[in-house]
């Protein structure tokens, strides 16, 4: 790749100044009313990550999130500037990174606005920080320098017809090493929407593999398109507002159908009763269906008409390992019963995502399979989810980085079992 085509796309990229926030504060309660914060952790034999419960205003949620996280944002933030703003990449994120973080901003809703200020003043650090590690794959594929080709999700109808969701999500490579060691489980209880639970990253108020209390899930892939639009909304907060305002897939499909995302992706979806992958670009998508057999997907677009936008580097490719994974996903589909059934349960969907096998065509050379991008569950896989809707249920695994996950490390979590719901309008 030459130089050239990155100083022409930040050149044409928008910018903006940083935003002038109004200055917000925990709201006011009722005597015997609390907004505070809980905080636990969900073990195996191998990991372990801390779960807050968090309750409240927007920004009172940002807050307790960003004073609980202090720790691990601050070194989450410092740790990448010392390995990656070095050089090129110190002209970047330092100077060009942030005017192009605000300019997305302005696309926010202001109840998310809210929350990411509250994780800076919480974190004690500078909005554009928390606002790259929420638009961190946004501003590298609207600059067609992405790169995350790892992700791999499934659906399937399980027992009665219940579809259940797998997800790995993967970043390969130094950023999948560093990050993966700030993780966390965030369950959000707003004073107005639903609650939500997501498997995340220290400091991000978006989803990308999340559930809220109706059991609707859903789990992201990023696929580089040259169709984007840099007013378009960051696509994990996309999905927050999907998980926020929508209870079955039907309606977070309605809601994105009117929402202009920032860049491409895939998406899949589950409810109790239905499933659906969605592809997408900023300008059209496709919609699939959950019917009689498994569903899956991983990084590239399906659709050829949305993969003729493909981009990895300014040339027009879909990813070998993306390829790869998808061909596993189907052998293992093409191994269940149609329809599922008693024989397809959640220990199915952990087998499908903890495969290790590489499909023949993918390029391996003397490589180890387990280290490349064309494993399902590979040395870049930061935490797999298996999500059972109709039980409200998300079974979490985290990935190490140094040793492949196993069925074993899977442990069930309840992310709503101990919280107490009103109406939400």
Same mark, same amino acid.
């Given at each position: 790749?030459? =130089? ?22 925990? &709201? ?23 779960? =807050? ?86 501003? =590298?594929?609207?600059?067609? =320098? ?151 997907? &991983? ?127």
């Amino acid at each position: 790749m030459g =130089l050239w085509p990155v100083i022409r796309n930040v050149l044409r990229s928008p910018s903006a100044r940083a935003p002038q926030l109004p200055s917000l504060s925990p &709201s006011a309660r009722p005597s015997g009313a609390s907004a505070s914060p809980r905080v636990d952790t969900l073990t195996s034999d191998r990991w372990e990550l801390p779960v =807050l419960y968090l309750q409240g205003s927007d920004y009172e949620i940002g807050l307790q999130h960003g004073r609980i996280l202090k720790a691990d944002i601050q070194a989450l933030t410092q740790n990448f500037f010392d390995a990656f703003a070095q050089g090129a990449g110190r002209l970047f994120y330092n100077y060009i990174a942030p005017s192009r973080l605000y300019h997305l901003f302005k696309a926010v809703p202001e109840r998310y606005q809210a929350e990411l200020k509250g994780i800076a003043d919480g974190a004690e650090l500078p909005l554009s920080s928390v606002l790259l590690i929420n638009f961190f794959d946004d501003i =590298l594929n609207l600059l067609e =320098l992405g790169w995350a080709y790892s992700c791999s999700t499934v659906v399937a109808k399980g027992t009665g017809d219940r579809p259940l969701m797998g997800r790995n999500l993967d970043y390969n490579g130094d950023v999948g090493n560093l990050v993966r060691h700030y993780q966390a489980i965030v369950v959000r209880q707003p004073d107005d929407a639903p609650a939500t639970a997501s498997v995340t990253v220290a400091g991000q108020a978006g989803i990308l593999s999340g559930m809220n209390q109706y059991g609707l899930s859903l789990g992201s892939m990023t696929s580089q398109s040259t169709e984007q639009d840099w007013n378009g909304l960051g696509c994990s907060i996309l999905y927050r507002l999907m998980l926020d305002r929508s209870s079955t897939v039907a309606e977070a499909i309605a809601l994105f159908q009117v929402s202009t995302p920032a860049q491409g992706n895939n998406l899949m979806l589950a409810d109790a009763n239905a499933g659906a992958r969605l592809e997408f670009t900023s300008a059209r998508h496709r919609i699939t269906h959950l019917d009689r057999q498994p569903i899956g997907i &991983s990084n590239h677009f399906l659709d050829p008409d949305l993969a003729a936008t493909h981009s990895d580097l300014y040339h027009r490719v879909t990813a070998p390992g993306s390829v790869s994974r998808y061909s596993r996903l189907c052998s293992w589909s093409a191994a269940q019963p149609s329809g599922g059934g008693a024989a397809l349960d959640v220990a199915s969907i952990t087998e499908a995502m903890t495969d290790r096998q590489i499909d023949p065509e993918f390029p391996l050379g003397d490589r180890e399979a387990w280290r490349t991008s064309g494993v399902v569950n590979s040395q870049g896989t930061l935490h797999s989810v298996v999500f059972d809707p109709q039980d409200h249920s998300m079974h979490v695994a985290v990935g190490l980085g140094e040793v492949a996950i196993e069925r074993s490390d899977f442990v069930a979590f309840q992310p709503f079992e101990s919280l107490s719901f009103q109406a939400v309008a």
